[in-house]
């Protein structure tokens, strides 16, 4: 249990400067290129997630966002060994059935004429987003490297395989968010012992995940997740902003709220959900 405690407070281990949160309320404000993962073996999942960060990108008029998909955890790793990701939403139980299904109707299929993009972006026009969207999905089972037996790894499995690799290797940290409909206890014990950065349902809102975040941005800049500059909570130096930070008695910025009464206090671990409690 002492091990458990540990790490929430600081799983990576490094010791950073002593700053009293608590006398911060953060938001959240976008700006720079965000390059996020989106892992689900349903499309329709998939898709759910990318119109997320499609309503993102427009309300944020600042930021750019490329969104890549993979199928499976496996892929999921390989692909986090290429690219540099942010954000990366992880689905739970995965399907290697769904994995050689696709496969083998690629085999019989005519690929599409002409280029097909390894990602969707997504800026600040709301049309051109839609457009976009509906035009990686469309044929997005090209573009996926599916490799024999892939469809095995559990969500949280492969969340443990890539936290290794980014440690071990000295890569940049990344947020990684379960997508799951288990909300069980033990479930977020176990997300949260493989390095989880907290819990979204599914399917999953909008304003689910701006909650997630916001009540969590202080606890990801003690974890050494995010970076401070200025009152600017920060990705990579600060080429990418994730949010801001007030002093509580300067300016508290107007509560996100959810229709999900448990994820009014969405859970990430750490101190930060310790006190503030769980629901049961």
């Known amino acids: 249990q002492d091990a458990i405690d540990r790490h929430r407070d600081n799983p990576t281990g490094e010791t950073f400067q002593e700053i009293d949160f608590g006398a911060y309320v953060y938001d959240v404000q976008f700006s720079g290129t965000m390059k996020v993962l989106v892992i689900d073996d349903q499309r329709t999942m998939r898709q759910m997630v990318a119109m997320i960060y499609q309503k993102i990108a427009f309300e944020h008029p600042g930021v750019t966002i490329d969104c890549y998909t993979a199928l499976s955890g496996e892929q999921a790793i390989r692909m986090c060994r290429v690219h540099r990701f942010h954000f990366i939403t992880m689905d739970q139980q995965m399907s290697i059935d769904y994995c050689q299904s696709l496969t083998d109707e690629v085999s019989i299929s005519e690929r599409p004429k002409g280029d097909i993009p390894e990602f969707v972006r997504f800026g600040s026009d709301k049309i051109v987003n839609a457009k976009m969207r509906q035009a990686y999905f469309k044929n997005d089972k090209w573009i996926q490297d599916i490799q024999p037996g892939d469809g095995t790894l559990l969500g949280h499995e492969a969340i443990r395989k890539i936290r ?117």
């Open 164 to 280: 290794a690799e980014v440690q071990e290797e000295g890569r940049s940290p990344i947020l990684i968010f379960n997508l799951t409909g288990n909300l069980l206890e033990a479930d977020r014990l176990m997300f949260l012992e493989v390095g989880s950065s907290g819990m979204l349902p599914k399917p999953t809102k909008l304003e689910d995940f701006y909650s997630l975040l916001k009540k969590n941005l202080g606890l990801y800049v003690s974890q050494g997740l995010l970076q401070l500059s200025g009152n600017k909570v920060v990705m990579d130096d600060g080429a990418f902003q994730v949010g801001t930070r007030f002093l509580r008695d300067e300016e508290e910025p107007e509560p996100v709220t959810t229709e999900r009464g448990k994820l009014n206090v969405p859970w990430a671990g750490g101190a930060t959900q310790r006190s503030a409690g769980t629901t049961t």
